[in-house]
């Protein structure tokens, strides 16, 4: 009864020939809305399209932004995935990314007190991290299953939590002992996450993010404990009837997801900041919901989404020629993207509905 | 508007003929049954009459003008109504906000509740009908449920009604019910079209029967000439067997229930004092109305939902290698937006490439691929996704994943709701041989004939107590 499958195959597997159509697709849309965009705002369409390509990838340091905004996007991303895909929808990476942040920042000095530093100190920081952003969004994983707490709402809310004990440690308990500054002591210049080139911002966190990327798809799609978070997240009744235990499933996504979101913060932290400020939370939660909806919540696709979006982020501080607001209109562009996104999920799934018919 | 004429409609989808010059005249005044198959192409039909797909070729004429093809809203205009297979109701709405919503003429355009309240209790009325008109839909019994569904959906203009498997989640007396209100619309010289797969349902009720077959028109027979031999025959290809396997009990310890008391998820009694024994090789049917406790027996039976008191072993043990077969596959049984193999996986514990710790892919694949063969699964490839298969399709694909495990314990809660004949008898057949292997089979089902045709004794199930076994071949020759 299975027949054989398409001859098209014989051309390019049919992965290939998808993702080459996809991100054919995808960047023909994308170039119409950046064009239409900028426009809209009244900027030169092809200087300013190019001063942000240069911003992105013209140079090592343009690159270097790329790379590192892309990290925390990635990472991000990728705890949105693993938590959607089970079925919790995980608002609160910002929260997460946060108080990853600050337990890497709170377990800097004990190590420092014991005279650790170099490479084991900086994977301390970002096991410190992971391990704070899981406890985040373990809360809400918790409460959800246990108290039947709705994610949405409680992982909002654990994101105001993660602000202001924030703002009460930097100007408290954690504040550096010298300045005034509400801020944490500075990482000496040996204990940051590696730098090939001091001078650009290019650092180690990319390839861990993509190395994180990677594990994560092997875990979701080629393991049973990743089937078996996809099927409570795609049907719980389903599960339950086969005698998965839902709600455990469920923590445990939204354990991985605080982790990954933890770790962005801790790379954020060790890489980039040097310390936590009040401006350390920069969105990176946020933005990567967008990143995530892009790659239609797989994984490998959210690799090139982060980037593309880093990119677009890395490439915006030289829009500030023709615009006060560069970072604006890339909001506006990421914001019209997602709404691109859903609309093309809404007719896709209309067109399924009408396929039901059939038969 | 006194007929509706079917001249010459094609549609293909991809590579397959839905439908090949069908040529069909509906009559006002008559309950006309179009029967087939899943996948016949009837379901197909019936969306190209009512305007949600576009023929590839074709007309449709009535009364000597012709319906607009594609455009369900036109269609609708012109006095075609379908109702639907699967409910469209707003679950958290009221009965009346419901009725309101398939009678909105206009968008921007005022509505008097109150008025629309009356205009649903007057129609139903009409019908001899009662509705709770401020119930939430949720609220409402499935029976009511329907009536609701159809009276939203036909309107006082509707002249071509049109019902999709209508009786599909009904009881049989639910059923009946409905049937009879067919004919209270083709009274009043409406064309009534009727889809429909059960042989009894089309006979009791329909005066004239059509039969479709992969997409083309077998013939169309009057209720007179038509017995459920020819019927069958015709929607088959070929004469229908039963070949019942004769179980011979091997009649080892098997499932046994003892006193065993269950609570509702409201917290109520759901079932009280049971007591059961199911040997190996048995298979024991347990019938009765919906609601009755059946759905939390099976979750007893099956683990899922703790019990109150008493005892459920087998053969002493607590944990049978089990197989759950529920009868709402989408809801119950699959992960809907994963691939056939992932589906395949679920709650598969180790061995055909499944380790501990990861997945090998091809001895997984190739696995699935077999099983998939062996169960006579209609799809590409095991890398399809569950949705893109028809209903009695992903019931096997259930069916499959639960029997591969060669389970001592099967559990079928009305597995075979909503099938047409050929998958049903796959599965009941399953079940036979399964139960020849030696596995204890519970089969809860509302369906007397299923009981009467594969168990071996029959109990009922009302207010959660257990009645003494029935001689079920008895009540069904009745």
Known sequence: ?359 | MKSLDVRSISKAFGATQALQNVSLTFKGGEVHAVLGENGAGKSTLVSVIAGFLKPDSGSIVSDGEELPLGQPHLTRQMGVAMVHQHFTLAPSLSAAENYTLGHLTKLGCLVNPRKKEAELKSRATEMNWSISAREKASALPVGMQQRLEILKNIGSNSEVLIFDEPTAVLTQDESAELLQSLRHFSASGKVVILIAHKLSEVLSVADQISVLRKGVLIGSVNRSEATSENLAEMMLGEPPRFDKVQTELNLSEGLRLDSVSVLGDAKNRAITNLSLEIRRGEIVGIGGVDGNGQYELSEAVTGVRKIKSGQIRFAGKINPVLAYIPGDRRAEGLALSLTLWENLLIGKKRGDGVHDGYLNLKVIRSWARNLLTKFQVKALGERDLASSLSGGNQQKVVVARELDRNPELIVALNPTRGLDIKASEFVRSSLLKASNDGAAVLLISTDLDELAEVADRVHFLQGGRLSEPSDIKAMVSQ
């Open chain 1, 1 to 359: 009864m299975i027949s054989e499958h398409n001859k098209a195959k014989a051309l390019l597997p049919s992965w290939a020939s998808q993702l080459l159509l996809r991100s054919g697709l995808y960047i023909l849309g994308f170039g119409l809305l950046l064009a239409l965009t900028l426009a809209t705002f009244h900027l030169p369409v092809f200087s300013s399209a190019e001063l942000l390509f240069h911003g992105a990838f013209g140079d090592q340091f343009g690159i270097g932004r790329t790379a590192s905004k892309a990290t925390p996007l990635l990472l991000c991303g990728l705890g949105v995935i693993v938590a959607w895909k089970a079925g919790m929808f995980n608002i609160g990476g910002e929260g997460q990314f946060v108080s990853g942040g600050l337990l890497g920042a709170a377990v800097y000095p004990v190590l420092q007190s014991h005279h650790i530093s170099g490479s084991i100190a900086i994977v301390c920081i970002l096991v410190a991290s992971a391990v704070g952003g899981a406890i985040w969004a373990g809360i809400a994983g918790f409460l959800k299953v246990r108290r039947g707490v709705d994610v949405v709402i409680s992982t909002i809310l654990l994101n105001f939590i993660a602000f202001q004990i924030m703002k009460w440690l930097v100007s408290g308990p954690m504040m550096e002992k010298s300045g005034g500054l509400p801020e944490t002591p500075q990482i000496t210049s040996k204990d940051i996450l590696w730098h090939p080139n001091p001078q650009t911002d290019f650092h180690l966190g990319i390839a861990i993010a993509i190395l994180v990327a990677l594990v994560i798809w092997w875990i979701q799609y080629r393991t049973r404990f990743g089937l078996e978070m996809r099927v409570v997240g795609d049907n719980p009744t389903a599960a339950r009837s086969n005698r998965l235990s839902s709600g455990r499933r469920q923590i445990e996504a939204m354990l991985i997801s605080g982790a990954l979101c933890g770790l962005a913060g801790g790379i954020e932290y060790s890489a980039m900041a040097g310390q936590i400020g009040l401006d350390f939370n920069q969105n990176w939660g946020f933005l990567a919901i967008p990143v995530a909806l892009a790659a239609g919540l797989q994984p490998l696709y959210a690799i090139p989404s982060a980037i593309f979006f880093g990119s677009l982020f890395a490439g915006s501080v030289n829009l500030s020629r023709y615009t006060q607001s560069g970072d604006s209109v890339i909001y506006i562009i990421q914001a019209i993207v997602v709404l691109g996104l859903v609309a093309g999920q809404t007719w896709k799934m209309k067109s399924r509905r009408t396929g039901e018919v059939i038969g």
